[in-house]
Nanobody, 124 residues
Framework: QVQLIESGGGLVQAGGSLRRSCAAS????????FGWFRQTPGKEREFVAT????????LCGDSVKGRFTISRDNAKNTMYLQMNSLKPEGAAVYYC?????????????????WGQGTQVTVSS
């Protein structure tokens, strides 16, 4: 079992930055890849970014590429999402998740554990 606790959401102006954190506890997190997804009402969960179990491989979705960066610190059992140049359409509930697909995945059904989700609001 893995528990994921998110922090760092909130309100930001368009063009601003936020840093999301996802702290993991439970079984060794070094055996999991991580990902970030976001969701708005009435829409499917959208892939944001994923990182492999050792941090060597990362992938971002097309809508955030070049603006968002995913990273992890296995010594601290924590994963991060740095969000820069935020746009109003980026407002959503953001979720972190852990997957046994060690190279990471952009498919939300391939994730086994999820954080509680945190609202990010972007004002224009």
């Amino acid at each position: 079992q893995v528990q994921l606790i998110e922090s760092g959401g909130g309100l930001v102006q368009a063009g601003g930055s936020l840093r999301r954190s996802c702290a993991a506890s439970g079984r060794s997190i070094n055996t999991y890849a991580f990902g970030w997804f976001r969701q708005t009402p009435g829409k499917e969960r959208e892939f944001v970014a994923t990182i492999s179990w050792n941090g060597d491989s990362t992938l971002c979705g097309d809508s955030v590429k070049g603006r968002f960066t995913i990273s992890r610190d296995n010594a601290k059992n924590t994963m991060y999402l740095q969000m820069n140049s935020l746009k109003p359409e980026g407002a959503a509930v953001y979720y972190c998740a852990a997957s046994r697909y060690l190279s990471g995945s952009r498919v939300y059904k391939q994730y086994d554990y999820w954080g509680q989700g945190t609202q990010v609001t972007v004002s224009s």
